[in-house]
């Protein structure tokens, strides 16, 4: 029996190619593994896989008695309904520690730099197994796509190194003309319904006793929501009584302008603006210079809520 690899629920780049790159390792390091995802390929991913001739993962979601290494998040909230009937045998992740526990030891590579796969290419560097070129590309624009081609308060050093070095095993010299093209590709809300949008990039927390859904959706110009926005927020409303959830927030990034705004529904408005020292008009606020749903959203609402 295999052991799966996969990202969080609603896998973005970084859980996919997270979950390719890990796999190929594995597999060289003589550990019989499958990547699998929990979700649907987003535009951003498919560019990817298809820019480098990768298949996608299959589709699993149900793990009981299997072994599994999980990559990009350990929180129950973005796993497999059974993941305690499944053995966790390592977490790679750049998150803020979930709530995910072990019955066994197990390996654990999590460091607060801006992608799972730069974590990953360390591995690489460590068990001195050299990256394919098409593995290597791929890390690459996983990378660029999680530090919003560096302007990200969470990227670092050695992200920036790491992308360095994938682009040169990738041969790929423009490699930041080749991130805003990414980003053009994600910015094209067409052929998506608004509900569809608001769970693009989505992320399920517990806070305290309130269960907070929060989405994003970075684009290289925020007027392509102006005559979406109102149908944006009805599928908050229905996904948020759906979900039986305290509160939906989404995010709409401007990755030229460095800043969000941000659309909430909520029971609790007058909280979620106290968290970020602000307050709403309209249910939405611009907050200038947050990119990060991690690091710049996430611990404000924790500590409020
Ligand atoms: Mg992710
Ligand atoms: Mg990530
Ligand atoms: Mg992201």
């Not at 997270?18 to 594995?26: H, M, P, Q, V």
Request: include cysteine.
């Amino acid at each position: 029996m295999p052991t799966y690899i996969f990202g969080h629920t609603t896998p973005d780049s970084d859980s996919i190619i997270g979950a390719i790159a890990l796999s190929y390792l594995k597999n060289k390091l003589g550990e019989e593994t499958v990547a699998v995802r929990q979700g649907e390929i987003n535009p951003e991913t498919a560019f990817i896989l298809e820019k480098f001739g990768a298949d996608a993962p299959a589709f699993k979601d149900s793990f009981a008695g299997e072994s599994v290494y999980l990559v990009d998040f350990s929180d129950i909230a973005q796993s497999p309904k059974d993941i305690k009937e499944a053995t966790i045998l390592g977490i790679v992740d750049h998150h803020k520690l979930g709530d995910i526990t072990t019955a066994t030891p197990l390996e654990c590579w999590i460091r607060p730099v801006g992608c799972s796969n730069t974590i990953i290419k360390q591995m690489y560097d460590y068990h001195e197994v050299a990256i394919p070129q098409d593995i290597a590309g791929m890390m690459l624009c996983a990378i660029l796509s999680d530090t919003v081609i560096f302007k990200s308060p969470t990227c670092t050093k050695e992200d920036t190194k790491a992308c360095k070095e994938l682009a040169k095993i990738a041969q790929i010299e423009e490699y930041k003309a080749l991130g805003m093209e990414m980003f053009v590709v994600k910015s094209n809300l067409l052929n998506a319904t608004p509900r569809e949008l608001v769970l693009r990039d989505f992320k399920d927390f517990t806070m305290g006793d309130k269960r907070i859904g929060i989405g994003q959706l970075e684009v290289v110009d925020l007027s392509l929501f102006d005559t979406i926005k109102e149908a944006l927020f009805e599928a908050m409303e229905s996904l948020k009584v759906e979900g039986e959830r305290d509160s939906i927030l989404l995010l709409l990034t401007d990755i030229m302008q460095e800043g969000s705004q941000l659309l909430v529904v909520s029971d609790e408005e007058a909280t979620i603006a106290q968290a970020f020292d602000t307050t709403l008009t309209s249910h939405q606020v611009w907050l200038a210079g947050v990119m990060s749903r991690k690091k710049q959203i996430v611990p404000f609402l924790e500590k409020a809520f």
